[in-house]
Nanobody, 125 residues
């Protein structure tokens, strides 16, 4: 149906930068909000940043001023540029999107919240 695939995670030293990318594919008709979440060990999943179709962005207070979310509607991608990384940014990062897709001739179009498989970001010296 619809898939999200993340890339770009890895190990980085405190103060460093990483760029995460997420690409949507499948029987897409349209994509609504695209977001990045993260899940650290022992913590609840946290919304990091979100970007609406028109480009409006929102950030959690913990990353504001350090992370930037951007999307390319023509390519169905969303990126997360992470600067000035801190050890507390260590987590599995997930891409999420609300999409309209074509399911079948019988069932027509449907709306779905789709998640990627996650990519690990480790900030450590």
């Amino acid at each position: 149906q619809v898939q999200l695939v993340e890339s770009g995670g890895g190990l980085v030293q405190p103060g460093g930068s990483l760029r995460l990318s997420c690409a949507a594919s499948g029987r897409l008709v349209s994509i609504h909000s695209m977001s990045w979440y993260r899940k650290a060990p022992g913590k609840e999943r946290e919304l990091v940043a979100a970007c609406a179709t028109g480009g409006t962005t929102n950030y959690s207070d913990s990353v504001k001023g350090r992370f930037t979310i951007s999307r390319d509607n023509a390519k169905n991608t969303v990126d997360l540029q992470m600067n000035s990384l801190k050890p507390e940014d260590t987590a599995v990062y997930f891409c999420s999107a609300g999409v309209n897709y074509f399911k079948s001739l019988v069932e027509g179009y449907r709306y779905l919240e789709v998640w990627g498989q996650g990519t690990l970001v480790t900030v450590s010296s």
